[in-house]
């Protein structure tokens, strides 16, 4: 949603984010995967991360703040795809502290992220909804 504001090797970097993510669990589910791939089209990356470094490391390359926020909100939007895995959590928790947003931040994050699951759970269902069964509503 946000990623194109990224610098390019922001980007890259986030890549390699959210694969450490949704490797986290050891489960990549149908949701995470796809999630995925439409991050990295939304950057335009046509290559998938291959998760050589480290998390610290990754996140050194993220300088600017708004780039930190919106790396924040986005991997909280990839973990909540298919429910929110403790590994998911502890390394969004890594990544946090590193860009040291505060607890209450972070908590507002996963606030608004939870919310937007919730819109797009119910726009997922608009669009597959009977023609019969909205006529009704």
């Given at each position: ?5 990224l610098?390019?090797?922001e980007k ?7 694969q450490h993510?949704?490797?986290?669990d050891?489960?990549?589910s ?5 999630l995925?791939?439409?991050m990295?089209h939304e950057?335009r ?5 291959d998760?050589?470094l480290?998390?610290?490391s990754l996140c050194q ?6 780039s930190?926020?919106i ?5 909280i ?5 298919d ?6 959590h ?5 990544v946090?502290?590193?860009f040291e947003?505060?607890p209450?931040?972070?908590a507002?994050?996963?606030?608004w992220?939870h919310?937007?699951a919730?819109l797009?759970?119910?726009?997922r269902a608009l669009?597959?909804e009977?023609d ?6």
């Amino acid at each position: 949603m946000f990623l194109s504001a990224l610098s390019q090797d922001e980007k890259v970097a986030f890549l390699e984010l959210a694969q450490h993510l949704v490797s986290a669990d050891g489960v990549m589910s149908i949701e995470e995967s796809e999630l995925f791939e439409e991050m990295r089209h939304e950057m335009r990356l046509v290559s998938r991360a291959d998760g050589e470094l480290n998390v610290d490391s990754l996140c050194q390359v993220f300088t600017r703040t708004q780039s930190r926020r919106i790396v924040v909100l986005e991997l909280i939007t990839l973990a909540l795809v298919d429910g929110l895995a403790v590994t998911e959590h502890a390394l969004i928790n890594t990544v946090a502290r590193s860009f040291e947003l505060s607890p209450r931040t972070l908590a507002r994050y996963y606030s608004w992220a939870h919310r937007l699951a919730r819109l797009n759970d119910e726009a997922r269902a608009l669009i597959s909804e009977d023609d019969d069964a909205a006529a009704a509503s």
